[in-house]
């Protein structure tokens, strides 16, 4: 097999959330979402592949003292083109795991020699992956699990760490991808838990929910992902609140995971926070009974310090820590688990190939460390292309709850052309319903989505999206 790409598009669409969506230092409201389109050759047959991603304030470079439109939004479009350019430039390869390692490793390089985060640049590449990835999948009619478990795409483990060589792709994967995913409803910073909380002039009229309560009635949801915001009487107040009303709504079956945002900048300070949420009997029955893991509490610049471990290895009752945002290269999430993380997450935007070595190295540790946790956290994706590649990997890596917010935030396909909404509801019917509005809308039944569909289409979508309703969008 060889593989080129011959050229990249870019269509950009700037969206509006349906309210603000609050989490770490940022509050976003509105967000360009970004689509390509390579024109590539798979054993010399022309064929196309896309991918898309929103591009948010604040998470791939969390500096309080930049600007999102002169500084955040100019850097994230640098690396996605320069992404590109790299993969036009790239000499054909006899895989495309081989034609992806030359281009992860030429992006790497230009990040260290610029100074730019490597979690950013990987977001770059990622997009270009997911694209290459679409293409060949496309181009050969296979579906993501196929291409995945045949080792058709050429995974080499061991290129990207030496030390998974013992294992291969087909190893590490279960022995089918879920066709359903119970969705883990994120509860913003600013998100109303009540419909009485919400004033007569913010009040949505959309006919989706906006409460959490409208949202845990509409959608029967049990799994939930609550955001901290590092003010610790707030966050206390917050909890007491979610206590009450988790055990009216949904009883014994609630789950929940905490999200730290970065917003602590040593263990003490979250060990002191922590002690003081468990200080609570409300709150700490809570946490006992149905707290899966808390994701990043620390910062990035100090998260993997050696110290850390130090501190982690001395705190014997300490909840299940996984790394998020730290996870920015093939190194780190080792480094992490080494420290005494019990896990980190996968997301596209960190790359599908990576979380194969994710896979891997848990898969490695688990004979010393017992179970590691791999879950899978939104970035505010929606379809119908960034949200169903999401779920076809989180399908093939069998993970088995994922972090939903994108529906929540942005009033389902409502910002695309009629004819594509028309086309997702055709072709994914178990995944998407048309409202009483006539906007196609994420169907969540019993807290579940159902995603048969997405794993049977080649990556997540089926059939690939018409582009020439995106012209007025191109960049």
């Known amino acids: ?151 058709a795409l050429g995974t080499q483990l061991a290129s990207m760490r030496p030390d998974l060589s013992p294992f291969r792709v087909a190893d590490v994967l279960p022995a089918r991808a879920n066709r359903s995913v119970i969705v883990r409803h994120t509860v913003g910073l600013g998100d109303p838990l009540t419909p009485g909380e919400i004033s007569d002039d913010e009040r949505l009229h959309d006919g989706l929910p906006h409460s959490l309560v409208e949202s845990i009635r509409r959608y029967g949801l049990h799994f939930f992902k609550v955001k901290l915001s590092g003010d610790l009487e707030q966050d206390r107040h917050r909890m007491a609140a979610l206590q009450q009303l988790f055990e009216q709504e949904v009883g014994a079956s609630m789950r929940l995971t905490l999200d730290g945002n970065e917003q602590y900048r040593s263990l003490a300070a979250f060990r002191d926070a922590w002690r003081t949420l468990r200080s609570d009997p409300a709150i700490r029955s809570m946490l006992d009974h149905s707290l899966l893991f808390v994701e990043q509490p620390l910062h990035r610049d100090v998260a993997l310090q050696r110290s850390v471990g130090d501190e982690l290895a001395a705190w014997r009752d300490a909840p299940p820590i996984i790394i998020d945002e730290s996870d920015s290269d093939m190194d780190a999430f080792p480094r992490a688990i080494s420290l005494g993380y019990r896990g980190t997450s996968h997301k596209n935007c960190k790359g599908i190939f990576k979380s194969l070595a994710t896979m891997a190295t848990i898969e490695m540790a688990r004979a010393e460390r017992g179970p590691l946790i791999l879950s899978a956290e939104d970035l505010g994706n929606v379809g119908p292309i960034a949200l169903l590649q999401d779920l076809a990997v989180v399908a093939s890596l069998g993970i088995e709850h994922v972090e939903r917010n994108g529906h929540h935030y942005f009033a389902g396909l409502s910002m695309f052309p009629d004819p594509i909404q028309q086309t997702v509801l055709e072709h994914h019917s178990d995944l998407y319903q048309q409202h009483s509005s006539g906007l196609a809308a994420l169907a969540i039944h019993d807290g579940v989505l159902r995603m048969g569909s997405v794993v049977n289409a080649p990556f997540g979508l089926r059939p690939p999206l018409d582009c020439d309703l995106l012209e007025s969008w191109k960049l």
């Open 1 to 151: 097999m060889t593989f080129t790409v011959r050229h990249v598009e870019f269509f950009r669409l700037d969206m509006q959330t349906r309210f603000p969506f609050r989490y770490g230092i940022a509050s976003m409201t509105e967000v360009p979402h970004l689509v390509i389109r390579i024109d590539a050759l798979v054993d010399g047959q022309p064929c196309h592949g896309l991918a898309a991603d929103g591009l948010p304030p604040k998470w791939f470079t969390k500096n309080p003292d930049t600007s999102y439109d002169q500084d955040d939004l100019p850097a994230m479009l640098e690396a996605i083109r320069h992404a590109a350019e790299l993969a036009i430039d790239a000499a054909s390869a006899r895989s495309l795991f081989d034609w992806w390692w030359s281009r992860y490793e030429a992006q790497m390089s230009w990040a260290r020699q610029r100074e730019i985060p490597t979690l950013l640049a990987g977001f770059g590449c990622s997009l270009i992956e997911r694209a290459a990835i679409d293409a060949y999948c496309r181009a050969q009619n296979l579906t993501l699990e196929t291409a995945l478990r045949s080792g």
